[in-house]
């Protein structure tokens, strides 16, 4: 279909370079990854298709997936790089597999913000826990339902404080309807992706001035709205501010904007 990019990126006011240093990190392989990755093994000719094809196809009906055994151990085995980073802010989506990547790759830090509170120790900035329904994937199946804010408490109990902060029903965007076999009967326009995309580059340019270092737990399509990139499971990028996707006119899914050779195989 016919496109036009428009040649500005999100945010006028955004900085011409990072302040301080922002890694964005996919959430590990989930459930719903899985069952996507299998039906596309018994059904070869959807390796052809584009994500939002295979998913109009099938949907596996997991509601807020979490990960898999794999993906603990892909957020796990990238835990030595983001202690490295030494971060100060963690900024997550309550999306459970979101949550389960950033307790996993953050678990030493995290660790340490205990030790250290019991202690009184503050001679280290803490490892500060931020998490905004901004981060939530694009909503287009089942696995973007996400649960009430009680059953995320009780999931993870040493973030209840940080998960009073979010809405009630925070997982659909205004006009979605969830039909009785927990399916998205209305999802998401491109457009509303963008706008949030465009939210969260405002908070992460005011979290810069505080923070030495900010790893963003999220997404791949969201991240794909916000970099024209992407991301493997668990792939952990520096996110250029200067370099951001130019906001497209694109009314659906089906974006051919800067056409990022898509592989379905390897990013669903």
């Not at 996919?26 to 000719?45: D, F, L, V």
């Not at 500060?128 to 009680?150: A, N």
């Amino acid at each position: 279909m016919p496109v036009s990019l428009q040649c500005h990126s999100f945010t006028p006011s955004l900085p011409r370079r990072n302040i301080m240093p922002v890694y964005l990190l996919r959430h590990g392989e989930s459930e719903h990854n899985i069952a996507i990755k299998q039906y596309m093994t018994e059904h070869t000719e959807t390796h052809i298709l584009e994500w939002w094809q295979i998913e109009d196809s099938f949907d596996p009906k997991i509601r807020d997936a979490d990960l898999t055994e794999k993906g603990v151990s892909q957020a796990q085995e990238v835990r030595e790089e983001v202690n490295a980073l030494r971060p100060s802010l963690l900024m997550m989506s309550p999306l459970t597999r979101n949550l389960r990547t950033g307790l996993e790759s953050c678990a030493d830090l995290l660790k340490k913000n205990q030790s250290n509170s019991i202690s009184g120790d503050m001679s280290a900035a803490p490892l500060t826990v931020q998490i905004t329904p901004h981060l939530r994937e694009h909503t287009y199946s089942s696995c973007d339902l996400g649960s009430p804010v009680e059953t995320l408490q009780t999931s993870f109990p040493h973030w209840t404080e940080e998960l009073t902060e979010v809405p009630a029903k925070w997982w659909c965007h205004s006009d979605a309807v969830e039909d009785p076999n927990s399916r998205i009967s209305c999802r998401e326009p491109w457009q509303a992706l963008q706008d949030r995309a465009e939210i969260l580059c405002a908070m992460i340019t005011t979290a810069q001035q505080d923070h030495e270092c900010i790893i963003v737990v999220g997404h791949a399509v969201l991240f794909y709205a916000l970099t024209g990139e992407w991301l493997s499971n668990c792939q952990l990028m520096e996110l250029d501010m200067t370099k951001l996707r130019a906001r497209c006119s694109c009314q659906s899914p089906a974006c051919c904007c800067e056409n990022p050779d898509f592989d379905a195989a390897k990013h669903t």
